[in-house]
């Protein structure tokens, strides 16, 4: 409620208020004063003590609205506190922004006092020299492909040792499984590195080029019973060809 509105809520009570004491006097003169006073010279006199009246009320309502606006000055009261928070918004933003250079320092004078670390030597690698050297580390390991070659043409040539002619067939087999094992290994380090699949292509075709009847398995060529004895060697040598070659590319797989 605004100070307008309590200066008409004044005035409309000091209206009622002489409305209600002229209503009184005029039934309490009406009686005395009807036979003597003249009706329209009643009603004005009645006019007059009203317009008095409120003459009255209003200069008491008007001291009386100075009186609150003195003792409640807003607009003064509201530009005081406008302006309690402008410098409050000032001081706060002064020091957030001190807070921050504070901090920017604190990072420069760091980075100033950390010695910048050197600078890590650049390795340059050969691929094909590296692929050169894996090849021949590979084929230094021939030793032990070759004691892995023993263990496994034992198991591959168990079953040679019950057939027609046991002792032959078995040496025929053991010869031609050592020799296509070695051979395998030297096509799998020859060929370098591979992927999995790549291996299963590359170790299928160094079997099937392998000359195991002309090569490995030349020594049994003539020997009986015909043609079992080569035909053990030459199982056993493509067989163990291609074991042998998977081996070298495993090896190349653990560098």
Not at 150 to 165: D, P, Q
Not at 215 to 239: H, K, L
Request: contains cysteine; positive net charge.
């Amino acid at each position: 409620m605004t100070l307008q509105d309590n200066a008409n809520m004044i005035l409309q009570a000091a209206r009622e208020e002489a409305a209600c004491r002229m209503r009184s006097r005029r039934s309490s003169s009406v009686s005395s004063a009807a036979s003597s006073i003249n009706p329209g010279t009643k009603y004005q006199v009645w006019a007059e003590d009203l317009k008095d009246e409120l003459k009255k009320h209003k200069r008491r309502a008007s001291r009386q609205l100075t009186r609150i606006r003195d003792t409640y000055p807003l607009s003064r009261l509201l530009s005081y506190v406008f302006a309690m928070l402008f410098v409050l918004f000032l001081l706060v933003r002064a020091e957030a922004m001190a807070a921050v250079a504070a901090a920017a320092a604190a990072v420069a004078a760091a980075q100033q006092a950390v010695p910048a670390a050197p600078a890590a030597p650049v390795v340059i690698v050969d691929a094909a020299a590296e692929i050169e050297r894996s090849k021949r580390s590979c084929s230094a390991s021939r030793g032990e492909a070759s004691m892995a070659a023993k263990a496994l043409c034992s198991n591959l040539c168990a079953r040679a040792r019950f057939s027609g002619s046991k002792p032959l067939a078995h040496r025929a087999c053991m010869v031609g499984c050592e020799g296509g094992s070695m051979a395998g290994w030297d096509a799998g380090c020859g060929s370098g590195p591979a992927s999995a699949s790549e291996t299963q292509v590359v170790c299928k075709q160094a079997s099937a080029r392998l000359d195991c009847r002309g090569t490995v398995c030349s020594a049994f060529r003539n020997a009986y019973p015909r043609p079992a004895v080569i035909n053990q060697c030459t199982s056993g040598c493509a067989e163990a060809a291609f074991q042998g070659c998977s081996r070298a590319k495993d090896f190349f797989g653990n560098k």
